[in-house]
């Protein structure tokens, strides 16, 4: 028969090449936490800088809304810091002069 046997010479390179890759993989997942822990400030103040300047685009773009609907779902909140970030938006602006008819609302998400 023309059957190949592995030998316990490339057993041992195949679970050495095996370990390597999961010992890479470990290195990687330690440095990426630590990385995240570094700067998780940093992490949450830009994505609050970057929610504040969507909020304000909130009806302009479609896409843009329904991403702001699910984290909003996803993270039973309303607005950055609270429900008064929508006030950046021209739409839920609560002022007198604002014509919308969603002036001092927040969307339905």
Known sequence: TN???INMSQMDY??????????IILILQ????VLGFLFSDLVLDRTEQLMGSEIKLYRDDMDLE???DFVQ???????VQ?????????YFQCEDTNPSLERCGVPFS
């Open 3 to 5: 059957q190949k046997v």
């Open 30 to 33: 330690i440095t990426a936490a």
């Open 66 to 68: 329904n991403i702001i």
């Open 73 to 79: 779902k996803k993270f039973q909140c309303c607005g």
């Open 82 to 90: 609270s429900y008064k970030d929508w006030s950046m938006n021209m």
């Open 14 to 23: 195949i679970s050495v090449q095996f370990a390597g890759i999961l010992g």
